[in-house]
């Protein structure tokens, strides 16, 4: 009956160093992955708090990072036996929001350094390696770094607000990669190249926070344009600046295929 007792007891797997072994070894890539989205995150502070890196190598490094990550997930989601030329394989290529990311890397290579670029994903692999940072701490047991895990968990609180933020991000660097662009911190057709990014974040399946930051953008622009008090002048901006917009929206059957 004791025995019985104790074993009874026993209420799942050992935990520990030997437990977190073992899991690392059993999950490489996506430990992989959790490693490179610290690294990315790591950078960007660089970049902010250049003390032991260079920034501008900090940002491109964190730019790297991302195309890393973005490319294991690719990996991840389309099997290298899928790999073709084919107009079916493009199609789903560009309907993961890993490609999305790894062509926002691609981009802003060769572009003068600026944080906002660095914004949605520093965002993003913040996010989803504290996420993983969980289940890490879970093979060590459940109550190791209690700090961590509290830290952690004010993270994934505010993950609605860390992705609609990154959302806006998003937005905004359209506009910023657009002056640039005229200043001559970056190629002249980087603006147009951009644009498709964000159809495509906008087309998202998995993630509709950009489409939803659009949505809340014209909300509030035609709210703003409403007011009585707003000169005729800038009213009728606004309102230009939204139907703009909307011209340059994909399709919505585009959207929802």
Not at 112 to 117: E, F
Not at 213 to 235: G, Y
Request: charged share 15%; with cysteine; proline share 6%.
């Amino acid at each position: 009956m004791a025995d019985q007792g104790s074993q009874g007891g026993d209420t799942g797997p050992p935990k520990g160093i030997p437990a977190l072994k073992a899991h690392v070894a059993a999950n490489k890539v996506d430990v992989a992955l959790w490693g490179i989205r610290v690294l990315t995150v790591l950078f960007t502070i660089g970049y902010v708090l250049p003390i032991i890196n260079n920034p501008v190598s900090a940002f491109y490094k964190a730019l790297l990072a991302n195309a890393a990550t973005s490319a294991l997930r690719l990996h991840q989601r389309i099997p290298a036996r899928d790999i073709s030329l084919s107009r079916e394989f493009l199609a789903r290529f560009f309907l993961e929001d890993s490609a999305h990311y790894l062509f926002y890397s691609l981009i802003f290579m060769n572009v003068t350094p600026n944080l906002l670029i660095l914004v949605p994903i520093f965002l993003f692999a913040m996010l989803h390696a504290a996420s993983y940072s969980l289940t890490l701490l879970d093979t060590l047991g459940q109550n190791s770094m209690w700090v961590a895990r509290l830290l952690i968990s004010l993270v994934e609180f505010q993950s609605r607000n860390i992705l609609r933020v990154a959302a806006l991000a998003e937005i905004v660097v359209f506009p910023l990669v657009a002056l640039m662009a005229l200043f001559g911190y970056c190629g002249l057709l980087t603006p147009f190249v951009y644009y498709y990014f964000v159809t495509w974040r906008y087309a998202s399946r998995r993630n509709p926070y950009t489409r939803n930051m659009f949505r809340e953008l014209r909300v509030a622009a035609e709210r703003q344009a409403a007011r009585p008090a707003l000169p005729a002048a800038l009213r009728s901006t606004i309102l230009a600046g939204v139907r703009l917009v909307e011209r340059m929206a994909p399709p919505l059957e585009a959207v929802h295929q």
